[in-house]
């Protein structure tokens, strides 16, 4: 009897250690309430506690009150973070293969960026982010991003003069200086008194984040130059999720999966409604009849880029022959 009671001790004991033992992960998002992307990463939360059965949880962590988003990034590579929404611009600085979508002008349209996320051009880029240790579960819909200022860009040469915000990438720094405008790389929350104080005159960014920000507020035109449409990716530290049991690993992978899924939903649904929110706050949106002048403008950005890293043509030509 006593050592039956004391075989049922060891086991509540056992149990009690395993499940001090579970995972319990903080994932940085870099945006606020009613952004979609803010509802997608609850949503991963709530289906990774689901599918492990609490053995794996996710804290996540709104408004980048966990860093700015190169730090994150940082974090989430020695592990300091587990896990992080980030768009792959400022992942290139890091993992030269992910600066394949930070090229302007890549993807012909949202779906044919997905199909080469998808297949086999994407595959070397998420292997060499899971060997930096920023391992893309799944991927998430960040539109295209457009030029806003205080006057419209219709073509290159009325970017020119102008100093405008890039994010942390020295591509993008090289598709402004390309139309003789003046680049200025930012933190995303800093961008709204930059604008607002004329430290820069500009940025480019998606409608939501446009719209969630502030920026709106203080700019008066968005031109649809669409030049950058960049995935963002649900990335979770690579050792910690390798050191999951297979299972484990299953249950959190289809869990993005499934969160990049609604994401996608909610983005189709949050872009069009940010679009029609600025317009009726009084944004003037301006479609580009002709977007070659800024394709032809982006050459140089190509030459120079292959340039300097000629092992990356096999890739960009790789993502360009995809159909
Ligand atoms: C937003 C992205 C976010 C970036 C931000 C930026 O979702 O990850 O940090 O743009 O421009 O659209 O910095």
């Given at each position: 009897?006593?050592?039956?009671?004391?075989?049922?001790?060891?086991?509540?004991?056992?149990?009690?250690?395993?499940?001090?033992?579970?995972?319990?992960?903080?994932?940085?998002n870099i945006h606020n309430d009613g952004h979609?992307n803010t509802?997608?990463?609850?949503?991963?939360?709530?289906?990774?506690?689901?599918?492990?059965?609490?053995?794996?949880?996710?804290?996540?962590?709104h408004g980048g009150v966990?860093?700015?988003?190169?730090?994150?990034?940082?974090?989430?590579?020695?592990?300091?973070?587990?896990?992080?929404?980030?768009?792959?611009?400022?992942?290139?600085?890091?993992?030269?293969?992910?600066?394949?979508?930070?090229?302007?002008?890549?993807?012909?349209?949202?779906?044919?960026?997905?199909?080469?996320?998808?297949?086999?051009?994407?595959?070397?880029?998420?292997?060499?982010?899971?060997?930096?240790?920023?391992?893309?579960?799944?991927?998430?819909?960040?539109?295209?991003?457009?030029?806003?200022?205080?006057?419209?860009?219709?073509?290159?040469?009325?970017?020119?003069?102008?100093?405008?915000?890039?994010?942390?990438?020295?591509?993008?720094?090289?598709?402004?200086?390309?139309?003789?405008?003046?680049?200025?790389?930012?933190?995303?929350?800093?961008?709204?008194?930059?604008?607002?104080?004329?430290?820069?005159?500009?940025?480019?960014?998606?409608?939501?984040s446009?719209?969630n920000v502030g920026?709106?507020?203080?700019?008066?035109?968005?031109?649809?130059?669409?030049?950058?449409?960049?995935?963002?990716?649900?990335?979770?530290?690579?050792?910690?999720?390798?050191?999951?049991?297979?299972?484990?690993?299953?249950?959190?992978?289809?869990?993005?999966?499934?969160?990049?899924?609604?994401?996608?939903?909610?983005?189709?649904?949050?872009?069009?409604?940010?679009?029609?929110?600025?317009?009726?706050?009084?944004?003037?949106?301006?479609?580009?009849?002709?977007?070659?002048?800024?394709?032809?403008?982006?050459?140089?950005?190509?030459?120079?880029?292959?340039?300097?890293?000629?092992?990356?043509?096999?890739?960009?030509?790789?993502?360009?022959?995809?159909?």
């Amino acid at each position: 009897m006593t050592s039956t009671k004391s075989l049922f001790a060891a086991v509540a004991v056992a149990l009690i250690a395993s499940s001090a033992s579970a995972e319990s992960w903080r994932a940085w998002n870099i945006h606020n309430d009613g952004h979609p992307n803010t509802a997608a990463m609850d949503k991963f939360a709530e289906l990774v506690d689901t599918a492990t059965d609490g053995e794996v949880t996710v804290d996540v962590f709104h408004g980048g009150v966990l860093g700015s988003q190169p730090d994150a990034l940082e974090q989430v590579r020695i592990g300091a973070i587990e896990v992080g929404n980030f768009n792959l611009g400022p992942i290139g600085p890091m993992v030269k293969e992910a600066n394949l979508v930070s090229l302007p002008f890549i993807f012909k349209s949202v779906p044919h960026m997905f199909r080469v996320m998808e297949g086999d051009a994407g595959e070397v880029v998420a292997e060499a982010m899971g060997e930096a240790g920023v391992l893309p579960l799944a991927y998430f819909d960040a539109g295209a991003r457009s030029f806003y200022s205080q006057k419209p860009i219709n073509s290159p040469d009325d970017v020119e003069g102008l100093k405008i915000r890039v994010m942390n990438n020295d591509l993008y720094t090289s598709m402004i200086t390309a139309m003789g405008g003046n680049p200025s790389p930012m933190a995303f929350s800093e961008v709204q008194q930059a604008l607002k104080t004329g430290v820069v005159d500009g940025a480019e960014n998606n409608f939501p984040s446009f719209k969630n920000v502030g920026h709106y507020e203080v700019t008066s035109h968005y031109s649809l130059s669409e030049h950058l449409i960049i995935p963002e990716c649900i990335c979770v530290n690579t050792a910690k999720f390798n050191a999951l049991s297979p299972e484990l690993q299953e249950a959190v992978r289809s869990a993005a999966q499934e969160a990049a899924l609604y994401q996608r939903e909610l983005w189709a649904v949050g872009s069009a409604q940010a679009r029609s929110d600025v317009e009726a706050a009084g944004i003037t949106v301006n479609e580009i009849a002709d977007k070659g002048p800024f394709q032809s403008a982006m050459d140089v950005v190509y030459a120079d880029y292959l340039a300097a890293n000629p092992d990356m043509k096999a890739l960009v030509e790789m993502a360009q022959a995809t159909e």
